[in-house]
């Protein structure tokens, strides 16, 4: 069926899988506000909130970017300007996954269902700041940060400063390996003016750049240990964090960006995983 096959290209194109790299971090934070596991329908709500709120940015993103996709040789094979999805249906993908996400964020707490379209509102705009200012890898970063926020909410109903530096270790390790993948669209970025950080400092002091973003990262993730009191467990999980973004830059130089998929979509993948194992652990068994 056309319709199913649409479905199934636009999964594809947005990268739905990729959805691991942000969702550990959400159940950190929902682990955080229970101490433990959440209930059954808080983990849910959640769950499902989350992976449609970035489906909805996604998709939007590339609905946004689909004239610049065209004219790079890296994404113009991209299914909207490669002509095989069109950009109706790309359109009613985003409403329908934006509805999703505010109706998820319903079920939770009054309190996320005020925040959702802020929330929205954030991850959609994310999509424009390549066009004005060379930090949207810190906008995406900040994007990508709220869930961990946003499911302390959803579990206790309120904010709590405290989880804060977790929200800044997701925004400085997002916006970190974001640079990095940046870099291989150095030069489209500098003919098209668009911006980013390996425009304006050159690809070599972008990486080093990314590689102060991601000390801040690993500092704020131990702040984060240190707030909770948590144990031993969540405290090596930390370090290995570290460890691996270690690896991550080792695998690229600014004369070799040929391992940059590995180092951005493997480590990455292996770096959530492996955090939130340590710090679930960690909570499950203090508790």
């Not at 590339?62 to 890296?74: C, F």
């Not at 970025?189 to 690809?203: A, E, H, K, T, V």
């Not at 993948?269 to 652990?281: D, E, M, R, T």
């Amino acid at each position: 069926m056309p319709f199913l096959r649409n479905i199934g290209v636009t999964l594809e194109m947005i990268k739905w899988e990729h959805s691991i790299f942000a969702l550990p971090f959400a159940l950190i934070g929902a682990m955080l506000a229970a101490r433990g596991w959440p209930s059954f329908w808080q983990l849910s709500w959640i769950v499902v909130a989350m992976v449609a709120a970035r489906s909805a940015a996604m998709a939007f993103n590339r609905l946004v970017d689909a004239a610049y996709d065209a004219q790079n040789p890296r994404t113009r094979m991209r299914a909207l300007p490669a002509g095989i999805l069109s950009k109706r249906f790309v359109v009613l993908f985003v409403m329908v996954s934006g509805g999703v996400f505010v109706f998820s964020a319903a079920q939770l707490n009054r309190l996320c269902l005020l925040l959702s379209p802020l929330a929205l509102a954030i991850l959609l705009f994310y999509s424009y700041t390549k066009r004005f200012t060379r930090w949207s890898h810190l906008v995406l970063g900040f994007a990508d940060a709220i869930p961990p926020a946003a499911a302390w909410i959803a579990v206790r109903g309120s904010m709590d400063w405290r989880v804060l530096p977790l929200v800044g270790a997701v925004t400085f390790w997002v916006g970190g390996f974001d640079v990095l993948y940046a870099c291989q669209d150095y030069d489209f970025d500098c003919r098209n003016g668009l911006y980013s950080l390996p425009r304006f400092l050159g690809i070599k002091n972008a990486m080093l750049a990314s590689k102060g973003f991601h000390a801040v990262a690993f500092v704020l993730l131990v702040a984060t240990w240190r707030l909770f009191h948590l144990g031993p467990l969540a405290y090596a999980g930390a370090l290995v964090f570290g460890l691996l973004l270690i690896y991550e830059h080792s695998l690229v130089s600014h004369r070799d960006l040929s391992r940059l998929n590995a180092a951005f979509f493997t480590t990455n993948g292996i770096v959530s995983v492996l955090l939130f194992a340590f710090f679930a652990g960690d909570l499950l068994i203090r508790k």
